[in-house]
């Protein structure tokens, strides 16, 4: 298999094709803008290096990679999961502002609008090639349509004189080499250190020897490539390394604590091209925050590219490098058959976490999570009661909207600061951060996916243009409604049954929240929610069922339907079935209706775990 294949098997016979280049004299020729290379591997956060403080790590070439560029010691991924990432990559567009968050959707954007980063380099003169992983979550476009060549034939079009930029994937430290049997790895399990909100199991200890084993052969890829470089083409290639978001252990991969977005990234610069040099000799370290968004932007500029101005990031290398960002900002939605929502901001010292559905646990069963052995193993010492307050909160739903973590104290984020009052002018300011900074970017997530992408389908347009329109999106008011369901505030019933008799679905979704978190419901907060088991919106009927059911209210009315939603086949299923694992209801009430639900893929998986244990 090709080097690139992110499966995880290798070979490099592909990659010494085109690195076999530099023997025909195409790399001696005077370069008026520098080849890129970037290597960009799965998954792994920091801690997985040696470069960055992993005793345990064997990472020799990284590290060595580390020792001959520059070291980011603050980049952080903007999605905590592949293809969200990607989408962001591509554009250098935040994949929450065009509507392609959730996990393996393929929603359109205005293709007309938004070119991918390629595209301009191919109008400057580069030769572009990326024979691996593209996962752009993007409808429309196919994934390589933005990409010359490929294959054997790589190089055969590339121009005397023609700079290159190259993509090349690895996917030997993909989640799934965490996978499979965890005994007799190389990697000793007593050496490893675990995060703080992992029990000292051994299941836990020998997943992470297993995953080191994985990086391990991951850098000697890297380094393998990085070797065929050197004999030719170094003196006139920026390498780019690293990962396209963190992991992999549980809670790190699809979360917005450091360990799923804080990723390494080093860049070696040559000699020639020192003007763009973040610091003063190679081997140094650059503290400057560095959000993913960020890297399409600054590519573009050091190749003397088009930077479009609807482009999100800043550039942070060379002579138009911008003032440096006081905070990186992150999200995450749908990852496959899971709902969540929850946004984050790191500033310098302090990650501010706001989470738009408490009420369910972080943990959340997802099947593919399930497959690694540590998932286990942590899940039943849970269930035998084993865990403590940090160990077992992934288990249990959040006790507060809010999170914030001092990152240098709590590298692993697991001491909440929020409801501390010396912390509150901290609290507070990132808070306004975020507010300001959806507003921005048009954050697409504040209403229920399937309700976005219809919303942008019933009038013809993409969810990015959608999300811009205030007439189709009612942003501020969306932000606010939100604020005022998460309060979970009595005093704020009559407010929140506004909401629910609004014209709009997007208010109505948030009225129902409003009701579900504040459990006990007054008489009026019931007569407010009965008429909603109706509503037009399958996701405000599956959410006032719910808020019902939890309080013993109108149980019979709100159990029927969520069983009709499932037996009619609403666009909701995937929804509803999450519901029902939430619940603490009775096995055989929702049985023969899940057994009805269809839909594809993700409502199989939710299907087939909610028939297992219900």
Not at 320 to 349: C, I, K, L, N, S
Not at 392 to 407: A, I, M, Q, W
Request: proline share 7%; charged share 25%.
């Amino acid at each position: 298999m090709p080097f690139w294949n992110w499966t995880g098997c290798a070979a490099l016979a592909v990659a010494g094709l085109w690195l076999g280049a530099a023997g025909s004299g195409l790399a001696a020729s005077p370069q008026p803008q520098p080849n890129i290379l970037w290597v960009d591997a799965e998954d792994a956060n920091i801690n997985w290096f040696g470069c960055y403080g992993n005793p345990a790590a064997t990472t020799p070439n990284i590290d060595r990679l580390a020792g001959d560029g520059f070291r980011y010691t603050r980049a952080f991924a903007n999605a905590p999961v592949c293809a969200p990432s990607r989408s962001t990559w591509i554009t250098g567009v935040l994949a929450i502002s065009m509507g392609t968050h959730p996990m393996r959707s393929r929603y359109h954007i205005p293709h007309d609008k938004i070119p991918y980063y390629p595209d301009l380099l191919r109008a400057a003169g580069y030769y572009c090639t990326n024979p691996g992983k593209t996962d752009y979550n993007i409808g429309g476009r196919p994934d390589r349509d933005c990409w010359d060549g490929g294959g054997e034939d790589l190089w055969q079009n590339l121009r005397e004189n023609q700079p290159f930029f190259h993509v090349a994937h690895f996917g030997a430290s993909h989640e799934s080499s965490a996978f499979g049997d965890v005994d007799n790895t190389r990697h000793d399990p007593a050496l490893q250190r675990l995060r703080a909100y992992h029990p000292d199991v051994p299941g836990i200890r020998k997943n992470y020897a297993h995953y080191a084993d994985a990086v391990k052969l991951m850098d000697a890829r890297v380094g393998a490539l990085l070797a065929q470089l050197d004999e030719g083409l170094a003196d006139s290639t920026i390498v780019i390394f690293t990962t396209d978001h963190g992991g992999v252990m549980p809670a790190s991969k699809r979360f917005l604590t450091d360990s799923g977005t804080h990723s390494p990234f080093i860049i070696r610069i040559p000699e020639k091209f020192r003007h763009l040099w973040p610091a003063e000799q190679p081997g140094m370290t650059v503290d400057r925050l560095v959000s993913f968004v960020d890297m399409p932007k600054t590519w573009l500029s050091i190749a003397g590219a088009e930077v479009p101005s609807h482009m999100q990031g800043r550039i942070f290398l060379g002579p138009d490098a911008e003032p440096e960002r006081d905070t990186h900002f992150a999200f995450r939605g749908r990852m496959d058959e899971r709902y969540d929502e929850v946004r984050a901001v790191r500033g310098g010292r302090f990650l501010y976490i706001k989470n738009y559905m408490p009420y369910v646990p972080a943990g959340q069963r997802l099947e593919y999570l399930w497959r690694m052995a540590a998932t286990q193993a942590w899940e039943t010492h849970h269930q035998a009661g084993g865990t403590d307050e940090i160990t077992g909160r992934f288990f249990r739903p959040r006790p507060h909207v809010e999170e914030l973590y001092d990152t240098d104290r709590d590298p692993d984020n697991v001491i909440n600061l929020a409801g501390r009052p010396e912390h509150q002018q901290d609290l507070e300011a990132l808070r306004a951060e975020l507010r300001n900074w959806q507003l921005t970017i048009y954050d697409a997530g504040l209403i229920p996916e399937r309700m976005m992408a219809r919303r942008a389908a019933e009038h013809d347009t993409t969810i990015y243009e959608m999300v811009r329109n205030p007439g189709l999106y009612d942003l501020p008011g969306y932000l606010d409604a939100a604020d005022v369901a998460l309060e979970a505030d009595p005093g704020n019933a009559a407010r929140l049954i506004e909401l629910l008799e609004s014209d709009d679905p997007g208010m109505r979704y948030w009225g129902a929240v409003g009701m579900l978190m504040l459990n006990e419901l007054s008489g009026a907060s019931v007569e407010a929610l009965k008429p909603r088991l109706a509503d037009a919106s399958h996701e405000v009927r599956a959410m006032a069922a719910w808020g019902l059911i939890d309080a013993g209210e109108e149980t019979d009315a709100a159990r029927a339907c969520l069983i009709a939603l499932l037996e009619e086949g609403s666009y909701a299923t995937l929804r509803v079935l999450n519901i029902i694992d939430h619940l603490n209801e009775a096995p055989a009430i929702y049985r023969s209706a899940v057994k009805a639900a269809r839909g594809p893929g993700y409502v199989q998986r939710m299907k087939e775990y909610l028939l297992e244990i219900k």
